[in-house]
Structures are given as C-alpha cells and as structure tokens.
C-alpha cells in the first residue's frame, strides 16, 4: 500500500488516540438524560405504553383506549393502557411527567389533570406546561347549565336576573370542592356578580340526583348526563360551556351567545407525552390523531361513548388551549380562595 505524499504511517499510539476520540465523539452523541430519543425510522420498535391518570371505566380510560386501538393498528406495536388513577388525575399525570421521553410512554391528558389540579394544588409535581409535551386534542365533552323546572327561568338572562333577585338564595351542587361543577359557578359568579350559595355534594351521581329531585336549584354537568331528563321535563337545559354550539344539542346556546364574558371551558381531552420527547414522535403521533379524526368511523366511535370530536389541530393548538384553562382556572381559584382538600 502506498501513502499519499507527506502523509505517514499510523503507528500504535496513534490507533489508541484515535479509538478514544471515536468513543467520546459517541459518548457526546447520546442525550444528557442517557436515553437514545426514537427516531422516526426506528420508531416504534417495541410496544407503546399509554398512562391513563384515572381508573378503567371513566372518560379518561374510554378516550385512551379508542385511541390506543387506533394508534396499534397505525403503528404496527401494541399500545398497551396503564390506568394510573387517583388525586384528579394528577397522580397519572406525575407518571407521564416522570417517563423517559424516548417515545414509548405517552399519556391521556384531560381539564382535570392540566389545568383544575394544578390550579387548585400549587404542590403538585409536576407543572403541565414545563414538565408535559401535548401532543393533540382529540374530543370533548360539552358542559350545560342546568336548572331544576321549578326555577322559572328560560334563559340564562332569565335566571341571572333571578339570581339578582333572590340575592344570596338560589343554590348550586357541584360533585365537590375543586371540581370543574364547582369551577364553571364560580367563573359565572366572577363574570357576573350574582351570589350563588354552593353545596358540594361527593360525587356526580349524587350532584345530579339533588338536582333532579329539586334539592338545588342550578348545576353544571356533562351535557349526555343531562338529556335524557331534559326530555323527560325533569331538567331546563340553558346553556352548554364551550367554544361552540353542542353537535346533538344545537338549540342551546354557549354563554358567550347568551351574553356572558366569560372563557369557554369543555372537559377536552388529548394525548401527551413526557417534555423533551423527540420532536419526530410528536409529529408522528399527531399526524395518525389528525388522521383519525378525518376518519367517519372513527368520530362515530367517540360519538357513541358521549364525546364530540375535535376538528385535526397541532401540537401549538393543544398546548395554547392547556395554557388558556390553566390561566382562567387558576384565576378563578385565588379569587374564590379555593384550597385543596387534605
């Protein structure tokens, strides 16, 4: 073999010299956190763990599981439920915020676990915007202003006058001290200035039956919770809470259209994932979620468990909405004084 001119022979402390620069030139290549992030050739190559922070049977769980079925089929791995429940979801939500970023733990955020726990609960560890990446917004669930028919009001205009009237007199149940029943009252309170006396019951269920056997006057509650006895004549149903006009209740109104100033809220849902999860898997997962939500079958599949699904959105989109809820909720908890229950 000859050598180029000026050029000399490798002799053996050169070929070690060498060696070690190699081995720090690829010790330098792997991430601070010592976890190799997937890339999008290699990704998936194992199965995919998606943490749902509340137990099997909720809204939660049925969001994670349609949308894990979904994301198997498209991504040729078992993407495998973790029900993670406990503390309004923040328990879960620590898991997905504590996870290697390396793409295989993705998670189900929801209002509850991104914006009303850490509202209320300035302890929490985890912080949804530094320590969670979203990913995309998936369905939701409308929230209504309900009325028992006693209450003569037809409108929302109608029952604040009411409320003005009765001063102090007419009251609301909510499912319990922090809760998104509670939280939709008090931001009504805040942008309005009616007084309204609150009852918190433990749980939905029991919310709902005060309301229907006329216990109380007023109450917020998933609007697939509240038709059937709107039909029945058991409920009025005035409002729904959200950004837009409910798809199966088009006759009601928002709050906004009915004249109130006040932030739209829906109990949203969305995948996530652990920040600092490559920017690769981000696109990826929120491309197969775009693509789902173009899909009839699949929108029809959320329809029939209560949900409405979201128009296809970007990972900028969801994290502007998580942001938006986080801000107005922890508003409305240092004005109404809230504290977490201990």
């Given at each position: 073999m000859s050598l180029a001119a000026g050029a000399r022979p490798v002799r053996g402390a050169d070929l070690a010299r060498l060696r070690a620069a190699s081995l720090a030139l690829a010790a330098c290549s792997v991430p601070a956190s010592g976890v190799a992030l997937a890339q999008p050739g290699a990704w998936p190559a194992k199965p995919v763990r998606m943490v749902v922070?509340?137990?099997?049977?909720?809204?939660?769980?049925?969001?994670?599981?349609?949308?894990?079925?979904?994301?198997?089929?498209?991504?040729?791995?078992?993407?495998?439920?973790?029900?993670?429940?406990?503390?309004?979801?923040?328990?879960?939500?620590e898991a997905i915020a504590r996870a290697q970023p390396d793409g295989y733990t993705l998670g189900v955020?929801?209002?509850?676990?991104?914006?009303?726990?850490?509202?209320?609960?300035?302890?929490?560890?985890?912080?949804?915007?530094?320590?969670?990446?979203?990913?995309?917004?998936?369905?939701?669930?409308?929230?209504?202003l309900a009325v028992h028919p006693a209450v003569p009001a037809k409108s929302v205009q109608d029952l604040l006058r009411i409320a003005r009237e009765r001063r102090g007199q007419l009251?609301?149940?909510?499912?319990?001290?922090?809760?998104?029943?509670?939280?939709?009252?008090?931001?009504?309170?805040?942008?309005?200035?009616?007084?309204?006396?609150?009852?918190?019951?433990?749980?939905?269920?029991?919310?709902?039956?005060?309301?229907?056997?006329?216990?109380?006057?007023?109450?917020?509650?998933?609007?697939?919770?509240?038709?059937?006895?709107?039909k029945a004549g058991r409920l009025r149903l005035l409002a729904v809470t959200g950004t837009r006009r409910a798809e199966g209740a088009r006759q009601l109104p928002t709050l906004l259209e009915a004249g109130l100033?006040?932030?739209?809220?829906?109990?949203?849902?969305?995948?996530?994932?652990?920040?600092?999860?490559?920017?690769?898997?981000?696109?990826?997962?929120?491309?197969l979620l775009n693509a789902a939500l173009g899909s009839p079958e699949f929108r029809q599949r959320l329809e029939k468990q209560g949900f409405e699904a979201v128009p296809p959105n970007s990972p900028e989109d969801y994290a502007r909405q998580v942001r938006g809820d986080l801000d107005v909720f922890r508003d409305v908890v240092r004005?109404?004084?809230?504290?977490?229950?201990v």
């Open positions: 922070p509340f137990a099997a049977g909720g809204p939660v769980d049925a969001v994670g599981r349609t949308v894990g079925q979904r994301l198997s089929a498209d991504l040729g791995q078992p993407v495998i439920i973790d029900n993670r429940g406990g503390a309004g979801g923040s328990i879960g939500m955020g929801s209002l509850g676990g991104l914006a009303l726990s850490p509202a209320i609960d300035p302890k929490l560890r985890y912080d949804p915007l530094r320590d969670i990446a979203p990913i995309g917004a998936v369905a939701i669930t409308h929230y209504v009251n609301y149940g909510s499912s319990g001290v922090g809760s998104i029943s509670h939280l939709l009252a008090e931001l009504v309170e805040g942008a309005t200035g009616v007084q309204l006396v609150h009852v918190a019951y433990k749980g939905t269920g029991p919310a709902v039956a005060a309301l229907l056997s006329g216990e109380i006057d007023i109450g917020f509650m998933p609007l697939p919770t509240s038709e059937g006895a709107a100033k006040v932030h739209p809220v829906e109990a949203s849902y969305g995948i996530v994932g652990p920040s600092g999860i490559a920017r690769e898997v981000v696109q990826r997962v929120n491309a004005r109404a004084g809230i504290k977490p229950e």
